[in-house]
Structures are given as C-alpha cells and as structure tokens.
C-alpha cells in the first residue's frame, strides 16, 4: 500500500510539474528518479521485514513467559489438589472422631487423657491446612500480578521500540521521498528549461527558413513573371513581324495584280449598273396607278432592252472575272490573315492598355484601313505611300514598348 501511495504522488507531482503534451523528452532521468525510487521502496520493504521479525520474536518470547506462566498455574493447581486431599483426610479424621464421640464408649482413662492431644492435633491441622490453602491461593495471586506486570512491562517495550523503529523508518523514508522528489523536480526543471530552449531555437529556425523560403518563393515568382514576360516579348516579336510582312504583301499585291483588279472593278461596274437599270425600270413600273399595268410593267422589266444590255455586260464581266477567282481567292486569305495577326496582336495588350499599346493599336488600325478596299478595287499611289510611312513610324513605338518590357523583365527601376 506504502509502495501504490508513493507511486501516486510521484505520479502527481511529475503530471502537475510538466505538460506531457509539452514535454515529452529525456525519459531517462525520470527512469533513473524512478528507479531510484524502486530502490528506496525495497529498504523500506527490508525495515518493515526486520520490524516483522522484531514482532515477530516479541510474540515469541510472550508465548514463552505465557507458557512458563501455565507452568506454574499447573503446578499451584497440583498444591492446591494436594491441599483439597489433605483437608479430605482432616475432614475424614474429624468425622471419625464424631464417630467415636458419638458411639458412646466407655474409654478407659488412658484414652481420655489422650483427648485434649487429640484436639489440639486436629485444630493444629485445621490451621496448617488453611494456612497452606491461603499461602497457595497468595502465591497463585502474586503469580498472576507477576506475570501481568510482566508481559505487560514487555509488550509495552516491544511497542515503544517498534514505534520508534517505524518512526524513525517513516521519517528516514520521507526524507528520501523529499529528496528523490526534489531530485526528480529539479530534473524536471531542467527538462522543462532544455525542451524551452530547444523549442526556442527551433522556432527561429524554422522563423529563418520561413524567410528563406518565403524569399525564394518570391523570387522563383518573380523568375517566373520574368519568364512569361520575356516569352510575351519573343511571341510579340514574331506576330508583329509577321502582321507587317501580311502588310507590305496586301500593299504589293494591289501594284503586282492590276489585271485581277481591273476584272474586278469591270465587274462590280457592270453589277450596279445592271441594278440601277432594274431599279429605274421598277421605279416606273411603280408610278403605274392601274395595279394591273403595274404588274405587267414588272413582268415585262426582263424584255427591256437596257436592262438586257446590262445583264449581258455583267455576265461577260464576270466570264472575264472568274479567270481571276485564284487571285481572288489569294487575296481574301490575305486579308483573312491580316485580321487574325492585327487580333492577336491586340489581344496581347492590356484591355486598359498604356499610352504606347493604344498609339500603337491607333496605327494598326489605321493602316488597316487604307488596305481595305471599300468601294474602289485599285489603291492610289498616295496610299501606298502612306502605309510604307505609317509602317516606319509604327516600328520605333513598338522599340519603345519592348524596351519597357524588356527592362521590366531586367528588374530595372525607373521614375
């Protein structure tokens, strides 16, 4: 029980000094607290066996003096027996003597002078035997207080000296316990201040990578933007070149192809003519107030002379045109690639865009503008000219866009 008690409190006090949670290193000193423990429970385990001991010989030696004593009770009660048989044959001389008063004899004078010896012998016998009864029953009575105060006087010893062994055991054991704990409170402290510091150092490592990570996260952010931005420069690069070559090819096209652009301006000629003629045809038609004649007006458009002149003009002009349909065709893809080049170049600008993407947005679509035939098939001269210049005053915005770009991607810093 000792032993489960001391357990317990080393137990509470280990749990009230630490947070297990918390702290949960350097087991070993705590083992060797414990097994110093151990090791002051098995002295106290070998006192409390010699106190068994002591206990132990003490009852011995009380059964002795208690078998000693009915020794002696055994004995007085022999004394006694041999009392109780002599006052048996007293009691058998006086009730003899009755006898012989009561018989009445006639004694002869020598008896009679024997009569007063005869008393005295029986009260003589009557007191020695009284005497040795109350001698016995004394004896036997300061037999019994000997032997009390006896077993008393030892007992009392005994437990005087157990009671000073197990004081003296409990005290010895409560200072080692005080020690032990102590001992162990102390290492626990030690633990507590060791596991602190460690925690300590640990956090500023961990605070220190956290930085260095964070910083390289930063970096390898800022690498990767530069990346992008630098492959944003290099795809810019090639889809404005490409978009001014599709360019110069839609301006060349209009002096290399004349014959494609005078059967296609024949064409579109003969086209509104043919419609001019059926709209005045149809507009006289209209004035007609008989809905009858009206209607015979319209049907007899077809068989109008003009009108079949214009048809027949429009029909030769496409004959003629469709001899054309490859270059036609080379032209629409060419526009058709304008278009797309001109969108993916803007769509490469910030919707909000800077000064610089919106001027050069402004010129793209303004030589676009002069490259798309609208009305006319043919461009003028002047406008040839005009889109080789705007084509030369685009080139330095867009040197100057790059290079803000590409000093961004250096990490240069500018005002």
């Given at each position: 029980?000792?032993?489960?008690?001391?357990?317990?409190?080393?137990?509470?006090?280990?749990?009230?000094?630490?947070?297990?949670?918390?702290?949960?290193?350097?087991?070993?000193?705590?083992?060797?607290?414990i097994?110093?423990?151990?090791?002051?429970?098995?002295?106290?385990?070998?006192?409390?066996?010699a106190?068994?001991?002591?206990?132990?010989?003490?009852?011995?030696?009380?059964?002795?003096?208690?078998?000693?004593?009915?020794?002696?009770?055994?004995?007085?009660?022999?004394?006694?027996?041999?009392?109780?048989?002599?006052?048996?044959?007293?009691?058998?001389?006086?009730?003899?003597?009755k006898?012989?008063?009561?018989?009445?004899?006639?004694?002869?004078?020598?008896?009679?002078?024997?009569?007063?010896?005869?008393?005295?012998?029986?009260?003589?016998?009557?007191?020695?035997?009284?005497?040795s009864?109350?001698?016995?029953?004394?004896?036997?009575?300061?037999?019994i207080?000997?032997?009390?105060?006896?077993?008393?006087?030892?007992?009392?010893?005994?437990?005087?000296?157990?009671?000073?062994?197990?004081?003296?055991?409990?005290l010895?054991?409560?200072n080692?316990?005080?020690?032990?704990?102590?001992?162990?409170?102390?290492?626990?402290?030690?633990?507590?201040?060791?596991?602190?510091?460690?925690?300590?150092?640990?956090?500023?490592?961990?605070?220190?990578?956290?930085?260095?990570?964070?910083?390289?996260?930063?970096?390898?952010?800022?690498?990767?933007?530069?990346?992008?931005?630098?492959?944003?420069?290099?795809?810019?690069?090639?889809?404005?070149?490409?978009?001014?070559?599709?360019f110069?090819?839609?301006?060349d096209?209009?002096?290399?192809?004349?014959?494609f652009?005078?059967?296609?301006?024949?064409?579109?000629?003969?086209?509104?003519?043919?419609?001019?003629?059926?709209?005045?045809?149809?507009?006289?038609?209209?004035?007609?107030?008989?809905?009858?004649?009206?209607?015979?007006?319209?049907?007899?458009?077809?068989?109008?002379?003009?009108?079949?002149k214009?048809?027949?003009?429009?029909?030769?002009?496409?004959?003629?045109?469709?001899?054309?349909?490859?270059?036609?065709r080379?032209?629409?893809?060419?526009?058709?690639?304008?278009?797309?080049?001109?969108?993916?170049?803007?769509?490469?600008?910030?919707?909000?865009?800077?000064?610089?993407?919106?001027?050069?947005?402004?010129?793209?679509?303004?030589?676009?503008?002069?490259?798309?035939?609208?009305?006319?098939?043919?461009?003028?001269?002047?406008?040839?000219?005009a889109?080789?210049?705007?084509l030369?005053?685009?080139?330095?915005a867009?040197?100057?866009?790059?290079?803000?770009?590409?000093?961004?991607?250096?990490?240069?810093?500018?005002?």
């Open positions: 029980m000792l032993r489960i008690l001391i357990l317990l409190a080393f137990s509470f006090n280990l749990s009230a000094e630490n947070n297990p949670q918390k702290y949960q290193a350097d087991t070993v000193s705590i083992k060797q607290a097994g110093k423990l151990r090791a002051s429970d098995m002295a106290l385990s070998k006192d409390i066996a106190l068994n001991n002591q206990v132990s010989a003490s009852i011995n030696s009380n059964n002795i003096v208690v078998k000693e004593s009915r020794v002696l009770i055994e004995e007085v009660n022999k004394l006694i027996q041999v009392q109780s048989a002599q006052q048996k044959d007293l009691l058998d001389v006086m009730d003899q003597a006898e012989i008063k009561e018989s009445k004899a006639d004694l002869t004078l020598s008896i009679a002078s024997d009569e007063m010896a005869i008393e005295w012998n029986f009260w003589s016998a009557v007191i020695i035997a009284f005497g009864f109350i001698i016995a029953l004394g004896s036997f009575g300061i037999t207080v000997i032997l009390k105060k006896t077993l008393t006087s030892e007992t009392q010893k005994h437990t005087q000296a157990l009671e000073s062994n197990l004081n003296e055991t409990k010895l054991n409560r080692q316990i005080d020690t032990q704990l102590d001992i162990a409170k102390q290492q626990n402290e030690n633990v507590a201040n060791d596991l602190q510091a460690q925690i300590s150092i640990s956090d500023n490592q961990l605070t220190t990578q956290l930085k260095s990570v964070s910083k390289q996260t930063e970096e390898a952010h800022l690498l990767k933007i530069d990346e992008f931005r630098q492959a944003w420069i290099n795809t810019f690069r090639e889809d404005i070149s490409v978009l001014f070559k599709s110069i090819t839609l301006k096209f209009y002096s290399i192809e004349e014959g652009f005078i059967a296609w301006d024949i064409l579109k000629r003969a086209e509104r003519s043919k419609c001019d003629v059926y709209n005045e045809l149809l507009e006289l038609a209209d004035q007609e107030t008989n809905p009858t004649k009206r209607v015979q007006a319209k049907l007899r458009i077809n068989l109008n002379e003009n009108y079949i214009s048809v027949e003009y429009s029909s030769n002009a496409r004959e003629q045109f469709v001899q054309y349909k490859n270059e036609f080379e032209f629409n893809n060419l526009h058709a690639t304008i278009i797309e080049q001109k969108t993916k170049v803007m769509l490469m600008f910030n919707p909000r865009g800077t000064p610089d993407e919106k001027d050069i947005v402004a010129k793209l679509d303004s030589i676009h503008q002069r490259l798309i035939p609208s009305q006319r098939t043919f461009m003028p001269q002047g406008d040839k000219d889109v080789v210049e705007a030369k005053d685009l080139q330095p867009i040197q100057d866009m790059l290079k803000i770009e590409w000093n961004r991607v250096k990490r240069a810093k500018f005002d």
